[in-house]
Protein backbone atom coordinates (compact mmCIF):
# COMPACT_ATOMS: atom_id res chain seq x y z
CA UNK A 1 0.00 0.00 0.00
CA UNK A 2 1.63 2.90 -1.11
CA UNK A 3 1.13 6.62 1.07
CA UNK A 4 1.02 8.41 -2.07
CA UNK A 5 -1.09 8.49 -5.14
CA UNK A 6 1.41 8.58 -8.03
CA UNK A 7 -0.88 8.00 -10.48
CA UNK A 8 -2.77 11.47 -9.07
CA UNK A 9 0.84 12.95 -8.71
CA UNK A 10 2.12 12.60 -12.08
CA UNK A 11 -0.82 14.90 -13.33
CA UNK A 12 0.51 17.68 -11.72
CA UNK A 13 4.01 17.31 -14.09
CA UNK A 14 2.35 18.09 -17.70
CA UNK A 15 5.83 17.29 -19.11
CA UNK A 16 5.83 13.68 -17.79
CA UNK A 17 2.73 12.65 -20.66
CA UNK A 18 5.33 13.96 -23.51
CA UNK A 19 7.25 11.77 -25.67
CA UNK A 20 10.37 11.99 -26.82
CA UNK A 21 11.78 10.31 -29.67
CA UNK A 22 8.47 8.32 -30.04
CA UNK A 23 8.43 6.67 -26.51
CA UNK A 24 6.61 7.95 -23.40
CA UNK A 25 9.45 10.04 -21.76
CA UNK A 26 10.87 8.35 -18.32
CA UNK A 27 12.65 11.30 -16.58
CA UNK A 28 15.62 10.08 -14.57
CA UNK A 29 17.52 13.15 -14.77
CA UNK A 30 16.33 14.41 -11.63
CA UNK A 31 19.39 15.47 -9.61
CA UNK A 32 19.99 17.61 -12.82
CA UNK A 33 17.07 19.33 -12.60
CA UNK A 34 13.83 18.48 -11.68
CA UNK A 35 9.83 18.88 -13.45
CA UNK A 36 7.31 21.55 -12.61
CA UNK A 37 3.92 20.84 -10.92
CA UNK A 38 1.15 23.02 -12.92
CA UNK A 39 0.99 24.99 -10.22
CA UNK A 40 4.46 26.81 -9.87
CA UNK A 41 3.99 27.03 -14.19
CA UNK A 42 0.50 28.67 -13.27
CA UNK A 43 2.17 30.75 -10.48
CA UNK A 44 4.71 32.09 -13.05
CA UNK A 45 2.07 33.03 -15.18
CA UNK A 46 0.41 35.14 -12.59
CA UNK A 47 3.24 36.75 -11.76
CA UNK A 48 3.53 38.20 -15.26
CA UNK A 49 -0.61 38.88 -15.55
CA UNK A 50 -0.92 40.30 -12.27
CA UNK A 51 1.96 41.29 -10.34
CA UNK A 52 4.80 42.15 -12.38
CA UNK A 53 6.52 45.09 -10.46
CA UNK A 54 10.05 45.94 -8.53
CA UNK A 55 9.88 44.99 -4.84
CA UNK A 56 10.55 46.99 -2.50
CA UNK A 57 10.99 50.13 -4.11
CA UNK A 58 7.58 52.09 -4.89
CA UNK A 59 4.87 53.20 -2.82
CA UNK A 60 2.29 52.46 -5.84
CA UNK A 61 -0.14 49.32 -4.94
CA UNK A 62 1.47 47.09 -7.67
CA UNK A 63 5.00 47.12 -6.56
CA UNK A 64 3.33 46.52 -2.80
CA UNK A 65 1.86 43.43 -4.08
CA UNK A 66 5.08 42.37 -5.63
CA UNK A 67 6.90 43.23 -2.46
CA UNK A 68 3.97 41.47 -0.16
CA UNK A 69 4.22 37.88 -2.23
CA UNK A 70 8.26 38.11 -2.59
CA UNK A 71 8.56 38.46 1.64
CA UNK A 72 5.87 36.18 1.97
CA UNK A 73 7.67 33.51 -0.06
CA UNK A 74 10.73 34.18 1.81
CA UNK A 75 8.62 33.26 5.15
CA UNK A 76 7.34 29.91 3.45
CA UNK A 77 11.07 29.46 2.81
CA UNK A 78 12.43 29.90 6.06
CA UNK A 79 9.75 27.52 7.83
CA UNK A 80 10.84 24.71 5.53
CA UNK A 81 14.17 24.88 6.84
CA UNK A 82 12.40 26.23 10.09
CA UNK A 83 15.36 28.99 9.88
CA UNK A 84 15.19 30.89 13.37
CA UNK A 85 14.57 34.12 11.22
CA UNK A 86 13.48 35.10 7.94
CA UNK A 87 16.33 37.49 7.88
CA UNK A 88 18.60 34.42 7.45
CA UNK A 89 17.10 33.28 4.14
CA UNK A 90 18.73 34.95 1.45
CA UNK A 91 17.53 34.63 -2.11
CA UNK A 92 20.52 33.94 -4.76
CA UNK A 93 20.90 32.65 -8.30
CA UNK A 94 21.49 29.13 -6.84
CA UNK A 95 23.64 26.32 -4.45
CA UNK A 96 26.66 27.76 -6.98
CA UNK A 97 26.07 31.42 -6.17
CA UNK A 98 25.32 30.72 -2.45
CA UNK A 99 28.53 28.94 -1.74
CA UNK A 100 30.51 31.84 -3.70
CA UNK A 101 28.69 34.32 -1.20
CA UNK A 102 30.48 32.36 1.90
CA UNK A 103 33.87 31.81 0.20
CA UNK A 104 34.16 35.40 -0.88
CA UNK A 105 32.53 36.81 2.03
CA UNK A 106 33.18 34.53 5.01
CA UNK A 107 36.52 33.96 3.35
CA UNK A 108 37.63 37.51 2.98
CA UNK A 109 36.43 38.13 7.04
CA UNK A 110 37.83 35.54 8.70
CA UNK A 111 40.44 33.12 6.48
CA UNK A 112 44.17 33.84 6.54
CA UNK A 113 47.23 32.75 5.59
CA UNK A 114 48.00 29.13 6.64
CA UNK A 115 44.27 28.68 8.02
CA UNK A 116 42.59 25.63 6.37
CA UNK A 117 39.49 24.98 4.57
CA UNK A 118 37.97 21.26 4.69
CA UNK A 119 35.68 20.00 2.10
CA UNK A 120 34.57 16.52 1.00
CA UNK A 121 35.85 14.14 -1.91
CA UNK A 122 32.42 13.71 -3.03
CA UNK A 123 31.35 17.58 -3.89
CA UNK A 124 30.35 18.96 -6.86
CA UNK A 125 32.69 21.07 -8.68
CA UNK A 126 30.74 24.68 -7.19
CA UNK A 127 31.74 23.34 -3.75
CA UNK A 128 35.29 22.98 -4.79
CA UNK A 129 36.46 25.55 -6.99
CA UNK A 130 35.09 28.58 -5.20
CA UNK A 131 37.49 27.66 -2.00
CA UNK A 132 40.35 26.66 -4.22
CA UNK A 133 40.18 30.33 -5.20
CA UNK A 134 39.53 31.66 -1.78
CA UNK A 135 42.72 29.39 -0.50
CA UNK A 136 44.93 30.82 -3.65
CA UNK A 137 44.20 34.22 -2.50
CA UNK A 138 44.55 33.71 1.01
CA UNK A 139 47.57 31.47 0.81
CA UNK A 140 45.37 29.14 2.60
CA UNK A 141 45.04 24.91 2.65
CA UNK A 142 42.26 22.96 1.19
CA UNK A 143 41.88 19.49 3.09
CA UNK A 144 39.64 16.89 1.31
CA UNK A 145 38.10 14.34 3.11
CA UNK A 146 38.80 10.97 1.95
CA UNK A 147 36.14 8.39 0.87
CA UNK A 148 36.36 4.51 1.21
CA UNK A 149 35.01 2.34 -1.53
CA UNK A 150 31.50 2.48 -1.16
CA UNK A 151 31.63 5.99 -1.45
CA UNK A 152 31.41 6.76 2.07
CA UNK A 153 33.21 9.33 4.01
CA UNK A 154 35.62 8.34 6.32
CA UNK A 155 34.34 10.31 9.33
CA UNK A 156 38.08 9.04 11.93
CA UNK A 157 40.00 10.88 8.87
CA UNK A 158 37.87 13.87 9.58
CA UNK A 159 38.14 14.27 13.00
CA UNK A 160 41.95 13.77 12.62
CA UNK A 161 41.59 17.14 10.10
CA UNK A 162 40.33 19.20 12.74
CA UNK A 163 42.18 21.93 14.38
CA UNK A 164 42.44 25.49 15.64
CA UNK A 165 43.65 25.92 12.08
CA UNK A 166 40.16 25.03 10.16
CA UNK A 167 38.39 27.94 9.60
CA UNK A 168 35.23 26.23 8.33
CA UNK A 169 33.87 22.89 7.00
CA UNK A 170 32.00 22.63 3.65
CA UNK A 171 30.16 19.60 2.64
CA UNK A 172 27.61 18.10 0.58
CA UNK A 173 24.16 16.28 2.43
CA UNK A 174 23.65 14.31 -0.48
CA UNK A 175 26.56 13.59 -3.16
CA UNK A 176 24.85 14.19 -6.97
CA UNK A 177 26.99 12.02 -8.02
CA UNK A 178 26.48 8.80 -5.77
CA UNK A 179 23.25 9.38 -3.70
CA UNK A 180 25.39 9.32 -0.66
CA UNK A 181 23.30 10.41 2.49
CA UNK A 182 26.62 12.45 4.86
CA UNK A 183 26.38 12.12 8.20
CA UNK A 184 26.00 15.75 8.67
CA UNK A 185 24.89 15.85 12.27
CA UNK A 186 28.41 13.97 12.95
CA UNK A 187 29.96 16.36 11.04
CA UNK A 188 28.54 19.73 12.87
CA UNK A 189 29.09 18.49 16.13
CA UNK A 190 32.44 17.37 15.86
CA UNK A 191 33.54 20.92 13.92
CA UNK A 192 31.68 22.34 16.53
CA UNK A 193 33.80 20.98 19.52
CA UNK A 194 36.17 23.48 17.51
CA UNK A 195 33.94 26.23 17.06
CA UNK A 196 34.70 25.53 13.72
CA UNK A 197 31.59 26.93 11.54
CA UNK A 198 30.02 24.27 8.67
CA UNK A 199 28.30 24.93 5.70
CA UNK A 200 26.35 22.24 3.90
CA UNK A 201 25.26 22.11 0.42
CA UNK A 202 21.67 20.65 0.22
CA UNK A 203 21.25 21.14 -3.46
CA UNK A 204 20.22 17.57 -3.29
CA UNK A 205 18.61 17.01 -0.10
CA UNK A 206 16.05 19.51 0.80
CA UNK A 207 14.01 17.83 -2.00
CA UNK A 208 14.50 14.55 -0.45
CA UNK A 209 14.98 14.33 3.10
CA UNK A 210 13.24 16.83 5.98
CA UNK A 211 15.51 19.02 7.51
CA UNK A 212 15.80 21.71 10.06
CA UNK A 213 18.86 24.36 10.34
CA UNK A 214 18.03 24.93 14.19
CA UNK A 215 18.10 21.06 15.10
CA UNK A 216 20.94 20.68 12.62
CA UNK A 217 22.90 23.63 14.57
CA UNK A 218 23.94 24.10 11.01
CA UNK A 219 25.45 27.39 10.12
CA UNK A 220 25.01 28.16 5.94
CA UNK A 221 22.92 26.12 3.82
CA UNK A 222 22.98 26.16 -0.27
CA UNK A 223 20.21 24.81 -2.13
CA UNK A 224 18.51 25.58 -5.82
CA UNK A 225 15.33 26.24 -6.55
CA UNK A 226 15.61 24.09 -10.28
CA UNK A 227 16.19 20.61 -8.26
CA UNK A 228 12.99 21.29 -6.02
CA UNK A 229 10.32 21.43 -8.40
CA UNK A 230 10.50 25.38 -8.51
CA UNK A 231 12.05 27.73 -11.22
CA UNK A 232 15.35 27.88 -12.19
CA UNK A 233 17.67 31.11 -11.86
CA UNK A 234 16.67 31.21 -7.93
CA UNK A 235 18.55 29.83 -4.82
CA UNK A 236 18.76 30.06 -1.40
CA UNK A 237 21.53 30.77 1.24
CA UNK A 238 21.07 30.40 4.52
CA UNK A 239 22.93 31.95 7.24
CA UNK A 240 22.86 31.96 11.07
CA UNK A 241 22.18 35.61 11.85
CA UNK A 242 25.71 36.23 13.95
CA UNK A 243 27.65 35.06 10.76
CA UNK A 244 25.69 36.89 8.45
CA UNK A 245 25.62 40.01 10.27
CA UNK A 246 29.85 39.57 10.88
CA UNK A 247 30.24 39.23 7.02
CA UNK A 248 30.97 42.40 4.13
CA UNK A 249 28.95 42.11 1.52
CA UNK A 250 28.90 39.93 -1.40
CA UNK A 251 27.79 42.50 -4.42
CA UNK A 252 27.22 46.54 -4.09
CA UNK A 253 24.54 47.96 -5.74
CA UNK A 254 20.99 49.04 -4.86
CA UNK A 255 18.97 47.56 -2.30
CA UNK A 256 22.14 46.45 -0.07
CA UNK A 257 22.82 49.93 1.21
CA UNK A 258 20.87 52.05 3.95
CA UNK A 259 23.22 55.31 2.56
CA UNK A 260 25.27 56.46 -0.05
CA UNK A 261 26.91 59.30 -0.38
CA UNK A 262 30.23 59.89 -3.08
CA UNK A 263 32.42 59.61 0.55
CA UNK A 264 30.59 56.57 2.46
CA UNK A 265 28.19 54.14 2.46
CA UNK A 266 26.89 52.34 4.80
CA UNK A 267 24.38 48.56 4.25
CA UNK A 268 21.29 47.87 5.18
CA UNK A 269 20.61 45.15 7.48
CA UNK A 270 19.52 41.74 6.95
CA UNK A 271 18.59 40.10 4.64
CA UNK A 272 18.93 42.91 2.10
CA UNK A 273 22.62 43.39 2.42
CA UNK A 274 23.19 40.36 0.67
CA UNK A 275 20.59 40.95 -2.14
CA UNK A 276 22.33 44.03 -4.08
CA UNK A 277 20.16 44.52 -7.56
CA UNK A 278 16.66 44.01 -8.64
CA UNK A 279 16.03 40.13 -8.05
CA UNK A 280 14.48 37.26 -9.25
CA UNK A 281 11.56 38.11 -8.57
CA UNK A 282 9.03 35.59 -10.48
CA UNK A 283 11.38 32.51 -9.49
CA UNK A 284 11.54 34.18 -5.50
CA UNK A 285 7.48 33.80 -5.56
CA UNK A 286 7.07 31.05 -7.28
CA UNK A 287 10.20 28.61 -5.49
CA UNK A 288 7.38 29.25 -2.22
CA UNK A 289 4.69 28.12 -4.57
CA UNK A 290 7.03 24.94 -4.87
CA UNK A 291 7.61 24.70 -1.22
CA UNK A 292 3.72 24.60 -0.87
CA UNK A 293 3.56 21.91 -3.51
CA UNK A 294 6.51 19.59 -1.63
CA UNK A 295 4.77 20.10 2.17
CA UNK A 296 0.90 18.89 0.36
CA UNK A 297 2.85 15.80 -0.45
CA UNK A 298 5.37 15.67 2.90
CA UNK A 299 8.83 14.96 2.75
CA UNK A 300 8.45 11.80 4.96
CA UNK A 301 6.24 10.52 2.40
CA UNK A 302 8.38 11.60 -0.47
CA UNK A 303 11.75 10.10 1.09
CA UNK A 304 10.34 6.56 2.11
CA UNK A 305 8.65 6.25 -1.63
CA UNK A 306 12.36 7.21 -3.08
CA UNK A 307 14.05 5.10 -0.75
CA UNK A 308 11.97 2.28 -2.29
CA UNK A 309 12.50 3.45 -5.71
CA UNK A 310 16.54 3.22 -4.82
CA UNK A 311 15.78 -0.31 -3.89
CA UNK A 312 13.90 -1.06 -6.39
CA UNK A 313 16.61 -0.01 -9.00
CA UNK A 314 19.37 -1.51 -7.56
CA UNK A 315 17.45 -5.10 -7.30
CA UNK A 316 16.71 -5.29 -10.68
CA UNK A 317 19.29 -3.77 -12.61
CA UNK A 318 21.89 -6.49 -10.39
CA UNK A 319 20.42 -8.75 -12.79
CA UNK A 320 22.05 -7.01 -15.37
CA UNK A 321 25.70 -9.02 -16.65
CA UNK A 322 28.50 -7.08 -16.21
CA UNK A 323 27.08 -4.06 -14.24
CA UNK A 324 29.11 -1.98 -11.42
CA UNK A 325 27.41 0.32 -8.93
CA UNK A 326 29.91 3.00 -8.12
CA UNK A 327 28.36 4.39 -4.82
CA UNK A 328 27.21 1.65 -2.69
CA UNK A 329 26.49 3.43 0.72
CA UNK A 330 24.07 2.15 3.52
CA UNK A 331 22.46 5.18 3.19
CA UNK A 332 21.58 6.64 -0.37
CA UNK A 333 19.02 9.19 -1.11
CA UNK A 334 17.46 8.79 -4.95
CA UNK A 335 20.46 8.30 -6.76
CA UNK A 336 21.59 5.13 -8.83
CA UNK A 337 25.17 5.14 -10.29
CA UNK A 338 26.56 2.54 -12.50
CA UNK A 339 28.90 1.77 -15.24
CA UNK A 340 28.86 -1.59 -18.08
CA UNK A 341 32.18 -3.44 -18.21
CA UNK A 342 33.58 -2.29 -20.93
CA UNK A 343 31.35 -0.13 -22.29
CA UNK A 344 31.34 3.82 -22.19
CA UNK A 345 28.91 5.73 -19.73
CA UNK A 346 28.04 8.06 -22.74
CA UNK A 347 27.25 4.87 -25.54
CA UNK A 348 24.49 3.76 -22.75
CA UNK A 349 22.89 7.26 -22.88
CA UNK A 350 22.48 7.67 -26.52
CA UNK A 351 20.90 4.63 -26.66
CA UNK A 352 18.30 4.88 -23.66
CA UNK A 353 17.85 8.34 -24.91
CA UNK A 354 16.41 6.67 -28.10
CA UNK A 355 14.27 4.85 -25.93
CA UNK A 356 12.92 8.42 -24.01
CA UNK A 357 14.85 7.51 -21.28
CA UNK A 358 16.28 10.45 -19.83
CA UNK A 359 19.62 9.96 -17.50
CA UNK A 360 22.76 11.96 -16.99
CA UNK A 361 26.22 10.05 -17.96
CA UNK A 362 29.66 12.04 -17.52
CA UNK A 363 31.49 12.71 -14.84
CA UNK A 364 28.83 14.82 -12.94
CA UNK A 365 30.30 17.85 -12.58
CA UNK A 366 32.33 15.74 -9.86
CA UNK A 367 35.83 15.06 -12.12
CA UNK A 368 37.96 14.37 -8.60
CA UNK A 369 35.49 12.02 -7.77
CA UNK A 370 35.66 10.03 -10.54
CA UNK A 371 39.27 9.95 -10.70
CA UNK A 372 39.50 8.69 -7.10
CA UNK A 373 36.94 5.07 -8.99
CA UNK A 374 39.36 5.97 -12.02
CA UNK A 375 36.44 5.87 -14.25
CA UNK A 376 35.81 8.81 -16.95
CA UNK A 377 32.23 8.75 -15.47
CA UNK A 378 28.87 6.57 -14.76
CA UNK A 379 25.22 6.56 -16.13
CA UNK A 380 23.16 8.19 -13.20
CA UNK A 381 19.85 7.60 -12.70
CA UNK A 382 18.23 9.67 -10.36
CA UNK A 383 14.69 9.43 -9.13
CA UNK A 384 11.91 11.74 -8.22
CA UNK A 385 8.59 11.05 -5.81
CA UNK A 386 6.41 11.19 -9.68
CA UNK A 387 8.74 8.22 -10.60
CA UNK A 388 7.44 4.97 -10.88
CA UNK A 389 8.28 0.68 -10.62
CA UNK A 390 7.17 0.53 -14.17
CA UNK A 391 9.13 3.09 -15.57
CA UNK A 392 12.53 1.39 -13.64
CA UNK A 393 11.28 -1.40 -15.84
CA UNK A 394 11.73 0.13 -18.97
CA UNK A 395 15.35 1.16 -18.07
CA UNK A 396 16.39 -1.92 -17.09
CA UNK A 397 15.05 -3.14 -20.43
CA UNK A 398 16.76 -0.22 -21.74
CA UNK A 399 19.82 -0.70 -20.45
CA UNK A 400 19.89 -4.59 -21.34
CA UNK A 401 19.66 -3.75 -24.84
CA UNK A 402 22.10 -1.24 -24.92
CA UNK A 403 24.50 -3.64 -23.84
CA UNK A 404 23.30 -6.30 -26.55
CA UNK A 405 24.27 -3.50 -28.93
CA UNK A 406 27.23 -2.10 -27.85
CA UNK A 407 28.88 -5.08 -26.54
N1 LIG B 1 25.88 21.01 -5.48
C1 LIG B 1 25.31 19.85 -5.81
C2 LIG B 1 25.44 18.68 -4.89
C3 LIG B 1 24.60 19.76 -7.00
O1 LIG B 1 24.04 18.60 -7.35
C4 LIG B 1 24.50 20.90 -7.84
C5 LIG B 1 23.76 20.84 -9.16
N2 LIG B 1 24.07 19.72 -9.95
C6 LIG B 1 25.10 22.09 -7.43
C7 LIG B 1 25.78 22.10 -6.24
C8 LIG B 1 25.03 23.33 -8.25
O2 LIG B 1 23.72 23.79 -8.30
P1 LIG B 1 23.32 24.97 -9.29
O3 LIG B 1 23.87 24.60 -10.63
O4 LIG B 1 21.83 24.96 -9.27
O5 LIG B 1 23.91 26.23 -8.76
Known amino acids: QEALDIQRIRKDFPILSSTVNGKPLVYFDNAATSQKPWSVIKAIEHY ?37 HDYEVIYTRGTTESINLVAHSFGKQFVKEGDIIIISSLEHHSNIVP ?70 DAAQAVQHIPLDVQELDVDFLAFSGHKMYGPTG ?36 LPFKFEAGTPNIEASICLGTAVDYINEIGLENIQQYEHELVEYATEKLSAIDGIKFIGTADNKASVVSFNIAN ?9 LDKLGIAVRTGHHCTQPLMDIFCIPGTVRASFAFYNTKEEIDVLVEGVKRAV ?3 S
Open 343 to 351: IHPYDVGVI
Open 131 to 200: WQILCEEKNATLKVIPINEKGELIMEAFKEMLSEKVKLVSVNYVSNSLGTVNPVREIIEAAHQYNIPVML
Open 234 to 269: IGILYGKEKWLNAMPPYQGGGEMIKTVTFEKTTYND
Open 404 to 406: KML
Open 48 to 84: YTDLNSNVHRGVHTLSQKATDAFEASRKKIADFINAA
